[in-house]
């Protein structure tokens, strides 16, 4: 975990007129689980929305893999998201295809693979999440915490280096959750991916983050960066250390 996959520099975000956030600086290490956190509103998903190339920067500089992401060339582009794989916060499978379908569907995409070639990568990515026996089965046969395996088997289909994940525990159980925490960490360390994952679950954060950035929706600013655990016991900034230690704002 040295070198860094993700470098933001001097990043603003904004709709229109409307700044969202402004002046961010910060890096990603290769192989490392960064997570990007802050309360309702404070621009978690824009950014991540940024970093994805769904939206170009207002100001400032979005690298990813030694290549810039922002101000690319489509094709530039094109070659940047073939390193990166994405889950969104409903899982976003297409409910007429079965589990298999979904992962094949990046494959024809993006690869010139025969069919039969696309069917076992998919078997291997989703025997990976542990669904190797649900190939078959439409997402509405399987539970929420399956489906949101299925799509982080899809987001692997290319073998990418960085895997982008928007509130990955909404709407699941705790013990639901902590399976999927710990899935994060076995496809961390076992595949050395780099895991960027935007979540306010303090239970996640604490259990899979090597480090975060806090965003503040006031300041437009990361009030905070480092060890979540650093962070809740030794931060100055009472806004961070109230996040972590999930008190009631004094008024």
Request: net charge negative.
């Amino acid at each position: 975990m040295e070198s860094a996959i993700i470098r933001v520099q001097d990043f603003t975000a904004a709709y229109g007129s409307r700044v969202i956030l402004e002046g961010l600086n910060f890096e990603v290490k290769a192989g490392e689980v960064f997570v990007i956190l802050g309360g309702s509103g404070c621009g978690k998903s824009t950014l991540l929305k940024n970093l994805i190339g769904l939206y170009p920067p207002a100001k400032g500089t979005i690298e990813i893999a030694g290549q810039k992401f922002s101000g690319a060339t489509v094709e530039e582009q094109r070659k940047v998201l073939q390193q990166i794989g994405v889950t969104y916060q409903s899982g976003a499978l297409f409910g007429s295809m079965t589990l298999s379908e979904n992962v094949e569907l990046v494959l024809e995409e993006f690869t010139e693979l025969p069919r039969e070639a696309r069917r076992v990568i998919a078997w291997m990515k989703l025997k990976l999440v542990g669904l190797e026996k649900f190939l078959h089965h439409l997402p509405s046969e399987v539970s929420g915490g399956m489906q949101k395996r299925a799509a982080l088997a899809r987001a692997m289909a290319l073998d990418p280096k960085i895997l982008f994940l928007d509130e990955p525990s909404a709407g699941l159980d705790p013990i639901t959750s902590a399976e999927l925490d710990a899935l994060i960490l076995q496809l961390n360390e076992s595949l050395g991916l780099t895991f960027v994952v935007v979540t306010h679950e303090l239970a996640s954060i604490y259990a899979i983050a090597d480090r975060v950035i806090m965003l503040d929706g006031k300041t437009k600013s990361i009030v905070a960066e480092g060890k979540p655990e650093e962070l809740r016991d030794h931060s100055e900034n009472e806004l961070v250390r109230q996040f972590f230690r999930r008190e009631v704002r004094k008024s």
